[in-house]
């Protein structure tokens, strides 16, 4: 019988994923720490947030003007996580998923508000 996939982070290398921190920055100090704050703190995969370049996103279309900047759909060939594979020891992904995309007019100047939109 084929093994479960687990969802939770007791199977996770913590370590291996907080290293990873100093490999990726969305080039705003506070969205880099509220991104791996969401990331340290989460019991499950589907419970934290990942900085994704622009430029992994394909199929942009514009959708409405939001109340912080333009809201866009697009498909992202890697997807998101869906769980964690124990025996391949990776995050299995849900491929080419479509994605609502949120720009922020001044990013200069991040506010709480924006980032509890996004969660």
Not at 7 to 22: G, I, P, R, S, T
Not at 28 to 33: L, P, Q, T, V
Request: proline letters at 2%; one cysteine or more.
């Amino acid at each position: 019988m084929e093994e479960e996939p687990k969802w939770l982070w007791e199977d996770v290398d913590y370590n291996k994923y907080q290293d990873n921190f100093k490999n990726w920055t969305s080039g705003n100090e506070n969205i880099d720490e509220f991104i791996q704050q969401s990331q340290l703190d989460a019991l499950h995969c589907k419970q934290f947030l990942e900085w994704i370049p622009f430029e992994k996103f394909q199929n942009i279309t514009y959708i409405a003007e939001g109340g912080f900047g333009k809201i866009h759909s697009a498909k992202w060939s890697e997807g998101h996580i869906e769980y964690w594979d124990i025996k391949k020891k990776k995050w299995h992904r849900h491929s080419w998923g479509e994605y609502v995309l949120k720009s922020l007019n001044n990013s200069t100047d991040i506010c709480s508000d924006f980032l509890n939109e996004v969660i």
